[in-house]
């Protein structure tokens, strides 16, 4: 094993920089080339036959048989002439990640390449071996994937993608992207109602999103000399190196050469595939990057995270490097979260969350804003249930991460604002005032916030021009947490929407009856809004006297899900049936247990296996030493000393190993779910872990350098 290690590190100390051919167009003539979106189709259908795809596109409506049998033919066409032998349905399936199953273009029966619009629209996939929480029973395995016209085609390899969603023969969605249209399809009729108080102009409001993309670096060959980074994609043990962070050398300082090789190479990947990513920089912990694309609607703009993930893991093989987006993959340094940049655009061009120089729009951005803050509020659980899995607990509430508290930072600039119109509403508006001046929202400034102004320790802070949901984790699929934040919106604006309306009717006039309304959240959802340091101690007591929620484990957080006002929530707006929300719970809990599971086994087979052995083998050098030091009469207190300390971590890894192991037999017989995974977190995890890895990172410091087999931190980040 040690010998794994040195092999690994000279490996690394021999790596040739991996020379990146970099095409010489400009990025703006190569994006998107491998797309198959409305300009290609425009490109190569009938005009009649392009104007009902496009139509259908933006109307989100189904296509007939014969303009899907067009659109095929054009795609296969146009990706066979690109070097496509197969296509897939690509899909997002619960277990995170995606799927897909290559069919060939070429049909040996007629012995042509074909492609038919039944193909494209609708694909049957065995649905038996994707996660399905109990929806679907056994004797109807089957499931089917249906084409998403709003997120167009993409070439990939030599195979052709379709953005598809994924649904159970009898009905019920089996994804991460079904429920998400939904909750968009959702927010806009709230939304699109709500600024029709305001602008009758606006007939659609889109959701955007731009997701930051934290990640880690490390060399290949460490890499697979780490079994618990193989397995686990996070470290179990590792005594913390002597120079962490703590420096704050590395954030935006200049990019190790191998990583910036590896970055270009994979932008061009994405460009290509018409991501648009546009930001890199080093993150706060060595060996941090983060890369941020151009924001774009949710569902195109997380199908692109998806892929850029992938991309970026295929990428970095080339490159001899792994790619982390584990939450938290190394103990003591910050963790990887896709900070989740989030706003409501209408189709008339306005960011609802853009404050302006118009006194009258503002109060329309006040709605939309004052209105998110209140739905936090309300569903503050369910939001911190969107973000939870068991790579997310270790990163909550550690290192520079937001708490497991919900909460909103606005600034002081807006602070200021919500509390003049807060204390002033009871200012009393006659017949000609100007309103807007009178409380005080006639000139909100336009650019709120700069850097001074910015709290990055909020789990959900406003930002200028839109609100950064930053508790969501690092592997995460951005889909679970932008359908529970954009269902909860939805939610707040229809009440919005209503409480305003019988204000109206019972003769209040409309702008006043806005600013009642609002005025009403903003006392309502006060406790909400924290603008202090969120990851200080102060803040935990100060959220419990508030009664803010701190739900520390996936296992317990995933319980807002269930309560019948969420369930309702999610079937009233058509994203989820009780069943499909009570499937989702299942599947996560399952997928907590098995990765507690993995984690467990694994530190248990790398303490026994390799660190135990490794030990005895240094201790009895020492004994010897020991032995021979007596002899000749030479004091042999401290080399005892060390023994007995070796001793000592050896009983503990032994002892609590076997009783860890002990524990998860217990509770694999344990039948139900919740109280199997409460059990991992609370009985095993939390029991057991923290032990184990304590001891084995003790030994790190007390055996000699050259016997210890695991790559160590310093080496392992510390890339160059
Ligand atoms: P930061 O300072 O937090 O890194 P940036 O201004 O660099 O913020 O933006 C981060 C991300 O936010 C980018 O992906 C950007 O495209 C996205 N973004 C900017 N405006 C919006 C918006 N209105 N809606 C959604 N995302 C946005
Ligand atoms: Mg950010």
Redo the contacts with the bound molecule.
Sequence with gaps: MAQLRFEALKKLGERPRVHVEQPTTLVSKLFGENVFGLEQMRATLAPAVFKKVSQAIKNHEKIDESTADAVASAAKSWAMAKGATHFTHWFQPMTGGTAEKHDSFFDALAGIEKFKGSELVQQEPDASSFPHGGIRSTFEARGYTAWDPTSPPFLYGKTLCIPTIFVSYTGETLDTKAPLLKALKAVDLAATKVCQLFDKDIQHVVA?????QEYFVVDKALFNARPDLVMAGRTVFGHSPARGQQLEDHYFGSIPGRVYDFMKDFEFEAWKLGI?V??RHNEVAPSQF?V?????EVNV?NDHNQLMMDVMARVAEKHNLAVLFHEKPFAGLNGTGK?N???L?TDTGI?L??PTSSARDNLMFLTFFVTTIKAVHAHADLLRASIATSGNDFRLGANEAPPAIMSTFIGSQMSAVLDELEKKGNVKIEKGDNMYMKLGIDQIPEIILD?TD?N?TSPFAF????F?FRAVGGSDNCAVAMTALNTVVAEQLDQFHEAVTKQIDKGEEKRLAVVNVLRQYIKESRDIRFEGDGYSDGWVQEAAKRGLSNIKTTPRALDAYLTKASMDLFEKHGVMSHKETEARVEIRLESYIKRVQIEARVMGDIAMNHIVPTAIAYQSKLINNANGLKGLGVDNTAVVQTIREISGHIDTIKNNVRAMVDERKRLNKEGNTHTRAVGYCEDIKEKYFDVIRDAVDKLELLVDNEDWPLVKYRELLFLR
Excluded: D, M
Excluded at 208 to 212: D, T, V
């Design positions: 955007s999103l731009g997701a930051e648009p546009r930001t983060e941020a694309p151009l924001f774009e703009a900070h940049n989030w706003s655009i960011n969350y853009q850097a910015r990055r930002t200028g021009n839109k950064e």
